[in-house]
């Protein structure tokens, strides 16, 4: 089978990707049903009731599973997704319109700029000269967004800033609402502090103190995210069409929100793989700039993607910082 014979194949619709693999001469070496979408949902996450070590790296108990099999898509993520009609057609009219006429929700994570790790008081964890300069500059790309650069780009309709309850968090979001005119500023949230959301592989055997701390963050975090990731309401009916150029403006305001989100390294890690269906177990392997921005569409269909993933490109060369490396050698 050609790759375009493939692709036709995929979009008109393969009965399972287990047949599509099987019709490209591939077998499963699980079961010929291996790759079908079970029939019942199971939990998503931790199972507590889970005996034994996983590879002898930590207790099964602490490896997150997901509810469909790693690599297939869970649609209902977020349990928002419509339930069929059993009518087809009516069900591609409703994804038509989902389509068309609803919300994409913006979520851009914002790292808090460098700080004083000296200290173990988190009140005295508090920006240094150059974070405060990161956080500023950030403000003004977000402001940028918010008023729009020019006729082709912006403006976008910047709903609200969220922020952890730590002082570096709070400072960098303070800064940064400073240059937002009129977008809301959320009250602290304890649930988006830094914590340790999942163990990590590659990875040496988990300890006693971090299999503790995963029991304490986990559940925080895990809270956090689907609290902040969710696809929109669907729209109540069709909006009325028109040839007016400001209607259709606002209506572009009205089909796309954003939220921006300040808060630490390893919660937007977790994040970003909670929202991309990638293992957590992978958080670590990526890396996160100070002030930089994680930029993720969650479309009204449920289909989630990244638009940007540790940008700093607001910030120069001379003023980028990881923690209390500066540049990149190290």
């Known amino acids: 089978m050609t790759a375009s014979s493939a692709f036709r194949y995929l979009r008109h619709g393969a009965p399972t990707v287990g047949a599509f693999l099987a019709s490209c001469g591939w077998q499963s070496p699980i079961s010929s049903s291996s790759c079908e979408m079970p029939t019942e949902r199971k939990p ?38 419509p339930v069929s009609t059993d009518d087809p057609e009516e069900d591609r009219k409703r ?25 173990k008081d988190d009140s005295k964890r508090i920006l240094t000269p150059l974070g405060r300069e990161q956080a500023h500059l950030t403000g003004i ?55 340790y959301p999942c163990h990590t592989i590659p990875g040496s055997k988990a300890s006693d103190s971090n299999i503790k701390k995963l029991d304490d963050s986990h559940p925080r975090l895990e809270a956090a995210f689907q609290k ?29 929100e954003y939220e921006i989100i ?34 993720l569409a969650i479309r009204p269909t449920g289909t989630v993607s990244c638009r940007m993933l540790g940008d700093i490109g607001h910030i120069p060369y001379g003023k980028t910082t990881f923690s209390m490396h500066p540049g990149f050698n190290w």
């Open 44 to 81: 998503v996450g931790f199972h507590p009731d889970a005996q034994g070590d996983y590879h002898k790296l930590f207790p099964k108990r602490q490896l997150f599973q997901p509810r469909v099999e790693y690599p297939l898509w869970d649609q209902n993520w977020d349990n928002r997704h």
């Open 95 to 119: 994804a038509r319109h989902l389509r068309k006429e609803g919300v994409t929700r913006h979520i851009i994570l914002v790292r808090h700029g460098q700080y004083d790790e000296t200290d």
């Open 141 to 195: 790309r977000l402001r940028e967004m918010l008023e729009g650069a020019n006729e082709e780009f912006g403006p976008c309709n910047i709903k609200v800033v969220r922020v952890s309850n730590l002082a570096r968090a709070k400072e960098t979001a303070e800064i940064i609402a400073s240059h937002l005119s009129g977008v809301e500023y959320a009250g602290p949230d304890p649930d988006l502090n830094e914590g």
């Open 228 to 256: 902040i990731f969710y696809r929109a309401p669907p729209p109540p009916e069709p909006m009325d069409s028109t040839n007016d150029k400001t209607n259709r403006k606002d209506q572009m305001k009205i089909k796309h």
């Open 262 to 295: 300040v808060c630490h390294a390893n919660v937007i890690r977790y994040f970003l793989c909670r929202a991309l269906q990638i293992p957590p177990e992978a958080w670590l392997r990526l890396s996160t700039f100070n002030c930089s921005l994680t930029y």
